[in-house]
């Protein structure tokens, strides 16, 4: 699975891939609750495979602006047996999405594929060991700040130079660790530790982090920036959410992750359709 995964991944010519988010958490910012249920989670897991899903990303703890970080047994609890019911049912990838080493391992243990870090390897030191031990994608966020605070004034001389710098960095301790470039995904991080221009700004000018030579993860779906903006609550964001993922896989974004997984892959035809047209 690992293989062909990486291959897909890195396969610029294949369509634009479809990363389906599952947060199993009573408090997610844009759909609290609804899937903390195991049985409901599996349910919504094999739908979202017949909608065309092709990974699903599984969280347990929201790291929604000013959540609180819950404990490393409460997030496995969460976690591991949804992991077991899809694969019951399915080898579709899975991504973990923790920062928490022993989260980590436990769930590619139980199945998962792959590791989306909103830290970037960056809040657990042993979350590299488990990346190399494993031979898996990691996927590396920028953040600036904690989830607890990351909304707090945060400020940038040069947001987008000021990432290039943190990419860089985390993309060298993984070579200098032994990871595989092909295992390196790149995600700016929307949201995260931005200001709501800011947001704007990242998506415009992708193609400068997907000059690096890494694929680029992008996550806007639903998210404040679009609600501000459209002075719309979370539930009545799925056309913005459609225009900032048209935009972003226009400008090189290569793996999309997003909550509408039947309307974005529609999106994601078109805006694959536009991104390879020719004369």
């Not at 995904?185 to 415009?204: T, Y």
Request: charged share 20%; hydrophobic share 40%; glycine share 8%.
């Amino acid at each position: 699975m690992t293989n062909s995964l990486v291959q897909k991944i890195n396969n610029h010519l294949s369509p634009t891939l479809i990363m389906g988010i599952l947060n199993v958490t009573p408090d997610s910012f844009s759909d609290a609750g609804k899937y903390f249920n195991l049985d409901k989670a599996v349910e919504y897991s094999l739908d979202l495979i017949n909608q065309g899903v092709d990974i699903i990303d599984i969280g347990g703890e929201s790291t929604r602006p000013g959540a609180d970080e819950i404990s490393i047994n409460d997030e496995l609890k969460r976690v591991i047996p949804v992991i077991e019911g899809i694969r019951s049912n399915s080898s579709i990838p899975i991504s973990i999405d923790t920062y928490k080493s022993e989260v980590a391992k436990e769930a590619l243990n139980s199945g998962a594929n792959m590791v989306n870090d909103i830290s970037g390897l960056n809040f657990d030191s042993k979350m590299i060991d488990v990346v190399k031990d494993y031979n898996i994608p990691i996927v590396i966020m920028h953040i600036k700040g904690t989830p607890k605070n990351m909304q707090i004034n945060p400020t940038y001389d040069n947001i987008i130079k000021e990432i290039i710098t943190y990419f860089k960095t985390q993309i060298n301790l993984c070579l200098d660790y032994g990871i595989p470039k092909s295992h390196i995904i790149l995600d700016p991080g929307i949201g995260f530790g931005k200001l709501k221009n800011d947001n704007f700004l990242l998506i415009k000018e992708l193609k400068t982090f997907a000059n690096l030579g890494y694929p680029i993860l992008i996550g806007p779906s639903r998210k404040s920036f679009i609600g501000l903006t459209l002075d719309l609550p979370v539930e009545e964001r799925l056309e913005g959410t459609a225009a900032a993922i048209t935009a972003s896989i226009i400008n090189g974004a290569r793996i999309v992750r997003v909550h509408d997984v039947l309307q974005m892959k529609r999106v994601q035809i078109i805006s694959d359709k536009i991104k390879g047209a020719t004369a």
